[in-house]
Structures are given as C-alpha cells and as structure tokens.
C-alpha cells in the first residue's frame, strides 16, 4: 500500500523533521532532553536527526514513506559494513549537533550510547538505527512498510537485521517482523531491547 522510497539529498530535511516529531515523547529522548519542554526538544532533536540523516544519506540507506509529496515516514538504516560509522563521521555528527543545539547535560547521550555499543553484533548485518512516523500517521502501517522492505532486502542478500528500543510497545511490532529480543540491559535508568532477525540461512547472534 504504501511506497518505500531511499531519502534524497531534497528530501533528507524532510525526513529528519518527521523523526523529531516521532521521537517528541520517545523515552530516550526525554532522557537526554530531561528539563526540555516539548518546543524545545523538537528543535534539538530536528537538529540531531539533520546529521543524523546527512550522514545516513552518505554512508548509509536512509528510507522514507512520502504521502502527496510529503514524507511521513523516515528510518536511517546502515548497509552490512557500514557502522561503527568512522571516527570522521562520528565526530561530524557530533560536531554538527552541538552547533544546533541549546545548552544541555550531553554526559547520559554518551553514555546511552556507549552502552548500546556495547551490545551491537559483529557480524555483518543491517542495522535500523531509527525508524519514525509522523504522529498523525502512526499506526497507519508506514512503520511496518519501512520494516517490510528492509527485512525483504536483508533476505535478498542473506544478511542480519539489528535493532534496539527503549520503547516496550514497539517491541511486539519488531517481533512480528522477525526480530527476537538478544539482550536487555538498563541504561540511563530506562529499559533496551536488542533485538536480531537472523540472515535467511539462520547466522550467529551478537
Ligand atoms: C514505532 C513506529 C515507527 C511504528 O510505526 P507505525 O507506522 O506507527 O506502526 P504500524 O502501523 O506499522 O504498526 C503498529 C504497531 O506499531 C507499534 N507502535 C509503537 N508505537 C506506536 C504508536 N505511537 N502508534 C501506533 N503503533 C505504535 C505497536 O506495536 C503497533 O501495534 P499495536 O497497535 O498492535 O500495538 C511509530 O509508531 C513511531 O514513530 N513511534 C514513535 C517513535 C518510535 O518509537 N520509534 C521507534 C524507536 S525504536
């Protein structure tokens, strides 16, 4: 029903946009934005999402869901090989966001991930590191659309799948795309899942 198409260099702002407002209420941000109110959270995480997405499009396979022209729906996802992203890149992402942002504690981002890292397989595989849809088309079927067209590409290419989610409600939706929880760990004082879909041919776990 709905089409998936890769972000593009137009589109990349866009989509960033439609994460932040995905992510508004999302645990982690509210973690790391502690104190923020929501106007004020939706500017820092837009600039976040901005380098995020800028670096996705040149390393990564960013997907977006558009409605009329307008995106709706966004992920940024890494190819097999693509992350750990290099320390250039990194630090660009870094860089770029403190540029943007308003003073904050950056200590629990660090350690947030910092720990996630910790966890994150080896072995080559896909990895979803954020997947958002506006708001208003939530539960709307666009996640698992975006969900649906990385899975068939990663079987296509006998690959694995990651993710991780601070969000209970999302982890049935991941499962019934395939993925099953590997680890849970608290960070920051909130609850991760880290979740797997192994390659067509089974592959190891992290
Ligand atoms: C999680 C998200 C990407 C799913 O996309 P979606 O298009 O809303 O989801 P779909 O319509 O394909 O599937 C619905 C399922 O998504 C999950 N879901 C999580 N948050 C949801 C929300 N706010 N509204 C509706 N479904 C949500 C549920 O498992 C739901 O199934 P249920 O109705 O049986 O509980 C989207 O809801 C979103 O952007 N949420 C906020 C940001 C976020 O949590 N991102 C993922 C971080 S890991």
Redesign the pocket.
């Known amino acids: 029903m709905w089409d998936v198409l890769p972000v593009t260099q137009k589109s990349f702002g866009e989509a960033a946009r439609v994460l932040a407002w995905?992510?508004l209420d999302?645990p982690v941000s509210l973690a790391i934005y502690k104190g923020f109110g929501p106007e004020k959270r939706l500017r820092n995480l837009t600039a976040d999402f901005a380098s995020e997405m800028e670096v996705c499009l040149r390393c990564g396979n960013p997907l977006q869901v558009c409605e009329d022209g307008k995106v709706v729906?966004a992920a940024v996802i890494y190819q097999p090989g693509a992350y750990p992203l290099s320390w250039i890149e990194q630090t660009r992402i870094l860089i770029k966001s403190i540029l943007g942002h308003d003073f904050y504690d950056i200590r629990p981002s660090l350690k947030w991930l910092a720990e996630i890292d910790k966890i994150h397989p080896q072995e080559a595989h896909y990895y979803l590191e954020?997947?958002?849809?506006a708001p208003e088309?939530?539960?709307?079927?666009?996640?698992?659309?975006i969900l649906h067209s990385l899975t068939a590409k990663a079987d296509e290419e006998n690959k694995g799948c990651y993710?991780?989610?601070a969000?209970p409600?999302?982890v049935?939706?991941y499962q019934r795309h395939g993925f099953t929880v590997i680890a849970e760990k608290s960070i920051i004082g909130l609850k991760a899942w880290f979740m797997w879909r192994p390659a067509r041919g089974g592959g190891a776990q992290a």
């Open positions: 995905a992510f999302e729906a954020y997947l958002g849809a088309y939530q539960g709307r079927g666009l996640g698992s659309a993710l991780e989610t969000s409600r999302n049935p939706l």
